[in-house]
């Protein structure tokens, strides 16, 4: 199945900007990497900030239905799907390497756009935060754990694991990887292992 041109592009100016960062991305390495024509590239997207946005905007919302689905798993017992959620992390951006490397490692110098990445961010966490109040309100995680500061430690214990793994160019979903991770959510959580 051919994708669209729209998103040809997406996925060429993704994997420009996680090569090159915000700064050092042209419009026109953006045409060569997706492969298409300037005139194509301006007609689905006027700027680069526009596209920057439709990027980092899509890549937000793909990691929030992955993290709801798992979530949302009723297969597994409620105690266990703090686990899958971290799991599904991990997978996402052992997937989506280039989306991880643009939305950890780069700032686009730009504070207005770095305050809409900080903004699309904002529903990732909320959609985290809530599932954990849940967590908590059916008695599986402590209840004196505070909910934001838990969101954004599972957020940065996956997300800089993948990083650094992606930098040291080592695979990323590993059962190694997987195991010390959930390891460390168990402990902290007080989860049985």
Excluded: W
Aim: charged fraction near 25%.
């Amino acid at each position: 199945m051919s994708i669209s041109k729209k998103d040809q592009i997406s996925q060429g100016a993704l994997r420009a900007f996680a090569q090159y960062g915000y700064s050092d991305t042209t419009m026109d390495s953006i045409a060569d990497v997706a492969q298409v024509a300037k005139g194509t590239l301006y007609y689905h997207f006027k700027t680069k900030e526009e596209l920057f946005y439709h990027v980092n905007r899509k890549g937000v919302e793909m990691l929030i239905d992955s993290v709801t689905n798992a979530m949302q798993d009723t297969s597994r017992p409620v105690k266990e799907r703090m686990l899958g959620v971290l799991d599904e992390h991990l997978r996402f951006f052992s997937e989506h390497q280039e989306f991880c490397l643009l939305l950890l490692s780069y700032t686009s110098g730009d504070p207005e756009r770095d305050q809409m990445v900080r903004t699309l961010l904002a529903d990732y966490f909320e959609t985290v935060e809530q599932f954990l109040r849940e967590l908590q309100r059916l008695g599986v995680i402590n209840a004196e754990l505070e909910v934001q500061t838990l969101a954004s430690a599972l957020f940065g214990m996956v997300g800089f694991t993948a990083l650094r793994k992606i930098f040291r160019g080592e695979p990323l979903y590993t059962e190694e990887t997987r195991t010390a991770l959930i390891s460390l959510c168990k402990g902290a959580l007080a989860i049985e292992h």
